[in-house]
């Protein structure tokens, strides 16, 4: 019985091959970014409605997008790859970061782990800053806690504002005041946290320079 795996690469071709779909055919890396996000975003929720029906579909719609890039990245003409070549590269990538399941490592638990794992990547793209790697892309939220947990782990110290807030409770509601504050002075959330994580990243690659 034929992989389904395979069964979907096929699919991927034909749609993509002359004689297939004109909207598939059309599609670029570019113009197909935003349904990567969109059924991302579709995953999530369902998984916090805790719908395995749901969650079974999101993933394939996921799935779709990798395959229907790396057919598209088939068609570069100077330096194409297949998704053969995307599932090897983090195949190998896995490897690679648990040596202590594939090499002679020993971690005492996930805290070694995760510090193993920022130390090999950070040796295998000869990153030089803390902020190297972090997409800026991103909602400014998880970009700011990326920044943020970037210079913990590299012992940069941050002069950060701080709150007496003990629990969820009132951390969640001390977020939801800041947007309201903010929407009520007519400045977008989402643009005023990307610019104080733009200063954010500024700031550690000074304190990395001196």
Not at 56 to 81: K, N
């Amino acid at each position: 019985m034929k992989s389904e795996l395979l069964r979907l690469l096929d699919v991927m071709d034909r749609l993509r091959s002359p004689g297939g779909c004109p909207w598939d055919a059309e599609q670029t890396h570019q113009s197909l970014i935003k349904y990567l996000l969109e059924e991302s975003y579709e995953f999530v929720d369902s998984v916090d409605e805790d719908d395995r029906q749901a969650m079974r579909e999101e993933l394939g719609d996921i799935l779709l997008q990798v395959y229907f890039h790396s057919r598209i990245a088939e068609e570069h003409p100077t330096d194409p790859f297949s998704i053969e070549d995307v599932a090897a590269g983090i195949a190998d990538k896995l490897i690679r970061r648990h040596p202590h399941v594939f090499g002679d490592v020993e971690v005492n638990g996930t805290e070694d782990v995760l510090a193993n794992w920022e130390q090999l990547k950070a040796a295998e793209k000869n990153r030089n800053s803390a902020t190297d790697g972090v997409a800026l892309s991103q909602p400014a939220l998880p970009l700011i806690t990326k920044l943020i947990y970037r210079a913990e782990k590299n012992g940069i110290t941050l002069d950060l504002p701080t709150t007496s807030m003990n629990n969820e409770v009132e951390i969640g509601d001390a977020l939801v005041a800041a947007v309201v504050a903010a929407i009520k002075q007519g400045i977008e959330p989402e643009d005023l946290l990307r610019s104080r994580a733009r200063e954010i990243s500024a700031e550690i690659k000074r304190i990395e320079s001196l």
